[in-house]
């Protein structure tokens, strides 16, 4: 009897026991309570540090938008006495569309930009197609000088280039302001980083179909390279707009004149009115904020499309 009730009371233990090792065995391991901890420090500090960098940047875009909405003499004040006058007026914002040639700037800058970045996208595309996709002899010497151009500054060359304007009778004109941005090796290498990353069965696929080098570079690799081309487009419209030195060279004739120049007139002519002065390069990074906020999907893609493969 005694050795009955052992026998049978054997088999309960050892399915308890199968069964706790059994949970025991299924249960996930315990995370460290720190791990959470630290991770959601990281991510405190993380926001803490965007912020603290968003009002670092914003502070003097809303200071230069008061100073525009302030008058002239409170303007030459100081910073006290515009961040204490709150009667806003936009007095300054009339004197430019009224006295500076505002609309012939943006009609200039908007032209000069346009065709600067439509002729950039293709001519850096082509080239970077080649060194891409291509195998020839010099290769690797082409991609070096075009590293090597990325390095030098663009203010060095400003001479060379109004010389050689000036022997081909193009002062003076849009042309001018164009030709000298399309080369741009910065483009060439982010076309080239982003045309390495696509894979090459499509463009074995398509030389199996019959098609040849431009066939693959216009319906195979540009389709495919739409983020990439947002970004250098965007990029080289900002570049072009913003810039100064080029312009203030070549251009003499006021209804040619950009954006920067134009500013530049405008603060030679109205003194110390920083009011105005404001108001001027407020109007003058409008296009450019509205074009970054609608397109910034597309320059994160494309910059990051760019990838740093190699």
């Known amino acids: 009897m005694t050795t009955t009730t052992a026998t ?3 088999p309960g233990r050892a399915g308890r026991s199968g069964v706790g090792g059994a949970i025991s065995a299924a249960a996930p391991p315990a995370r460290p309570s720190g791990a959470g901890i630290s991770g959601r420090t990281f991510t405190i500090v993380t926001w803490i540090v965007l912020v603290v960098f968003a009002v670092i940047w914003l502070i003097p875009s809303l200071f230069a938008l008061k100073t525009s909405l302030s008058e002239n003499g409170v303007a030459a004040l100081g910073a006290n006495e515009i961040l204490s006058h709150w009667y806003p007026t936009l007095h300054s914002y009339s004197t430019l569309f009224g006295a500076g040639d505002i609309w012939n700037w943006y009609l200039a800058s908007a032209i000069t930009g346009i065709i600067t970045t439509l002729l950039t996208v293709v001519f850096a595309s082509m080239a970077a197609f080649a060194l891409s996709r291509m195998r020839f002899r010099g290769r690797t010497t082409v991609m070096l000088m075009i590293l090597l151009g990325i390095m030098i500054p663009s203010q060095v060359l400003i001479v060379p280039i109004f010389e050689m304007l000036g022997a081909a009778n193009l002062l003076n004109t849009y042309w001018a302001v164009i030709f000298p941005q399309v080369p741009a090796v910065i483009s060439v290498f982010i076309f080239k980083q982003f045309f390495d990353g696509i894979p090459r069965e499509l463009e074995e696929a398509a030389r199996i179909d019959g ?16 983020p990439v081309i947002a970004a250098v487009a965007i ?12 312009p203030l060279f070549v251009l003499t004739n006021p209804n040619l004149m950009t954006i920067p120049v ?8 109205f003194g110390q009115r920083f009011a105005d002065i404001q ?11 509205l074009l970054y906020l609608v397109f910034q999907r597309q320059i994160v893609e494309g910059v990051a499309g760019t990838g740093l493969k190699g």
């Open 8 to 10: 049978t009371s054997t």
């Open 211 to 226: 098609a040849g080098l431009w066939k693959i570079y216009w319906s195979v690799i540009m389709p495919l390279s739409r």
């Open 235 to 246: 990029l080289t419209f900002v570049g072009v707009w913003n810039n100064l030195l080029l």
């Open 262 to 269: 134009g500013l530049a007139t405008v603060q030679g002519s």
């Open 279 to 289: 108001a001027g390069a407020i109007l003058a990074a409008l296009p450019l904020v």
